[in-house]
């Protein structure tokens, strides 16, 4: 068109772009439910005017109006399927918005170096209007996603479901220059800010893959590792995570896959910290009345850690698979009794208010766990071979139909052939024998 354009607006599948120096509006893209404005609703591949009696500011009524009115554009608007505009009568001589020269008032804060400098110079307790000003960024879920952004190139702009757009560097140093032990007072704003507002307000379904950004970067606020606000940052968090729908989970798994190992182990470690913390608690005493609310927490950080080990195993090893292991998980829970009230729920089925098993999620178990988690399984298996090897015996008195089967695995050798008997035994065995206890014959003389 090669005219200067100064205001653009988008929708759903629809674009709206002012031209200051005709007042026209034009548009393009889907335009089934007339969001274009050109009276009909035709799809448009390029510009096309919006109908409407347009002039441009202080431009003067062409003669021949014939006693129409018309219009100077304010300010356009689109969203969704829709589209609309601001405008003054010829009379007012208010001028356009120029949307090239942002005002800073009508912006939303970000979290960024001048932000975090102007909080650092408050020196003392918060003024009331220093008080707002950190609520007001950590509170919304837009001020979050808009900061930290990969400004270089203006990357962000290709935020996608493989792209975040966000830089980690940048949300890692300045979340920690603005958490300091220094200044108590800007971290309990943040903290309170975070547990009382944003978190809470975080849906499982989202209207766009920006607005995950801050999925991403909150883990690298230092106040989330904060054992003191496990409860009421961390855990909350984790559960907002867990609650996604499965169209944007599947996009932080792809942003979580595309991190760098140190920041993909961050939050590993993070809520590996937070299963250790409540396992100490549990070991400590948990009283019946928050007994519900303890599994509910335990359950909703075991199932962060298992998308995060689904992300690095489909990842092809982000980080070692033993960065996974909680290895005091063996001194803080009885792992043989564990493995059985998992093995009961999988032949019964999970019933309300049973408790956490760890063994439903075998990848945070060392190699001490599992050889115990084996050796209790081997053990389990047996007595269930013999228990049926009975309940068969049992039932041939009665039913001639069942034979009797002995509820050992007996093998009887020559001691000129140990080997080779004891061979031909194992081939003709069942595989339900191989799990009974095992019996041998006194070797017989040749």
């Given at each position: 068109?090669?005219?200067?354009?100064?205001?653009?607006?988008?929708?759903?599948?629809?674009?709206?772009?002012?031209?200051?120096?005709?007042?026209?509006?034009?548009?393009?893209?889907?335009?089934?439910?007339?969001?274009?404005?050109?009276?009909?609703?035709?799809?448009?591949?390029?510009?096309?005017p919006v109908k409407g009696n347009w002039l441009p500011h202080g431009g003067q009524i062409p003669p021949d109006s014939d006693g129409e009115e018309y219009y100077c554009v304010k300010k356009i608007f689109?969203?969704?399927?829709?589209?609309?505009?601001?405008?003054?009568?010829?009379?007012?001589?208010?001028?356009?918005?120029?949307?090239?020269?942002?005002?800073?008032?009508?912006?939303?804060?970000?979290?960024?170096?001048?932000?975090?400098?102007?909080?650092?110079?408050?020196?003392?307790?918060?003024?009331?209007?220093?008080?707002?000003?950190?609520?007001?960024?950590?509170?919304?879920?837009?001020?979050?996603?808009?900061?930290?952004?990969?400004?270089?190139?203006?990357?962000?702009?290709?935020?996608?479901?493989?792209?975040?757009?966000?830089?980690?560097?940048?949300?890692?140093?300045?979340?920690?220059?603005?958490?300091?032990?220094?200044?108590?007072?800007?971290?309990?704003?943040?903290?309170?800010?975070?547990?009382?507002?944003?978190?809470?307000?975080?849906?499982?379904?989202?209207?766009?893959?920006?607005?995950?950004?801050?999925?991403?970067?909150?883990?690298?606020?230092?106040?989330?590792?904060?054992?003191?606000?496990?409860?009421?940052?961390?855990?909350?968090f984790a559960a907002a995570i867990v609650n996604l729908e499965k169209a944007p989970l599947k996009v932080l798994e792809n942003w979580w896959s595309l991190l760098e190992p140190p920041l993909f182990l961050?939050?590993?470690?993070?809520?590996?910290?937070?299963?250790?913390?409540?396992?100490?608690?549990?070991?400590?005493?948990?009283?019946?009345?928050?007994?519900?609310?303890?599994?509910?927490?335990?359950?909703?950080?075991?199932?962060?850690?298992?998308?995060?080990?689904?992300?690095?195993?489909?990842?092809?090893?982000?980080?070692?698979?033993?960065?996974?292991?909680?290895?005091?998980?063996?001194?803080?829970?009885?792992?043989r009794n564990d493995y059985i009230s998992w093995f009961q729920q999988q032949a019964y089925g999970m019933l309300a208010d049973m408790p956490v098993t760890i063994c439903t999620y075998p990848f945070v178990?060392?190699?001490?766990?599992?050889?115990?988690?084996?050796?209790?399984?081997?053990?389990?298996?047996?007595?269930?071979?013999?228990?049926?090897?009975?309940?068969?015996?049992?039932?041939?008195?009665?039913?001639?139909?069942?034979?009797?089967?002995?509820?050992?695995?007996?093998?009887?050798?020559?001691?000129?052939?140990?080997?080779?008997?004891?061979?031909?035994?194992?081939?003709?065995?069942?595989?339900?024998?191989?799990?009974?206890?095992?019996?041998?014959?006194?070797?017989?003389?040749?």
């Amino acid at each position: 068109m090669g005219s200067t354009v100064t205001q653009i607006a988008c929708g759903r599948q629809h674009t709206s772009a002012f031209v200051p120096s005709t007042g026209r509006i034009y548009s393009f893209g889907l335009g089934g439910n007339g969001q274009l404005g050109t009276g009909s609703t035709s799809n448009r591949k390029s510009p096309f005017p919006v109908k409407g009696n347009w002039l441009p500011h202080g431009g003067q009524i062409p003669p021949d109006s014939d006693g129409e009115e018309y219009y100077c554009v304010k300010k356009i608007f689109s969203g969704g399927d829709q589209s609309f505009s601001h405008y003054f009568t010829p009379e007012d001589l208010l001028p356009a918005d120029d949307f090239r020269c942002p005002n800073p008032s009508k912006q939303i804060w970000t979290v960024n170096d001048a932000f975090v400098q102007r909080l650092l110079n408050c020196s003392g307790r918060l003024s009331v209007e220093t008080a707002n000003e950190i609520d007001g960024a950590f509170s919304s879920t837009s001020c979050l996603n808009g900061s930290f952004l990969a400004i270089s190139n203006d990357d962000h702009y290709r935020t996608s479901a493989r792209y975040s757009g966000i830089d980690m560097t940048a949300a890692r140093l300045l979340f920690h220059k603005l958490i300091q032990p220094e200044y108590p007072h800007i971290s309990q704003q943040v903290a309170a800010s975070l547990e009382k507002n944003l978190i809470p307000k975080l849906t499982s379904s989202l209207p766009d893959v920006e607005a995950l950004r801050l999925f991403l970067t909150l883990p690298e606020c230092p106040l989330m590792s904060d054992s003191n606000n496990y409860m009421t940052l961390a855990i909350p968090f984790a559960a907002a995570i867990v609650n996604l729908e499965k169209a944007p989970l599947k996009v932080l798994e792809n942003w979580w896959s595309l991190l760098e190992p140190p920041l993909f182990l961050k939050v590993v470690e993070l809520y590996k910290d937070v299963v250790v913390h409540l396992l100490k608690l549990n070991k400590l005493g948990i009283p019946p009345s928050e007994q519900r609310i303890f599994t509910s927490c335990l359950h909703t950080a075991l199932k962060v850690l298992e998308i995060l080990h689904r992300v690095n195993e489909k990842g092809g090893q982000i980080i070692q698979y033993d960065k996974f292991y909680i290895h005091e998980v063996q001194d803080m829970i009885d792992i043989r009794n564990d493995y059985i009230s998992w093995f009961q729920q999988q032949a019964y089925g999970m019933l309300a208010d049973m408790p956490v098993t760890i063994c439903t999620y075998p990848f945070v178990f060392d190699a001490q766990a599992k050889t115990t988690l084996l050796q209790t399984d081997a053990l389990l298996q047996m007595q269930v071979a013999v228990d049926q090897a009975h309940r068969q015996n049992f039932s041939s008195i009665f039913l001639p139909v069942f034979e009797s089967v002995n509820p050992c695995l007996i093998l009887i050798v020559r001691r000129e052939n140990i080997v080779g008997d004891a061979m031909e035994v194992l081939r003709k065995t069942k595989n339900i024998d191989y799990k009974k206890p095992l019996k041998g014959k006194k070797l017989l003389m040749p």
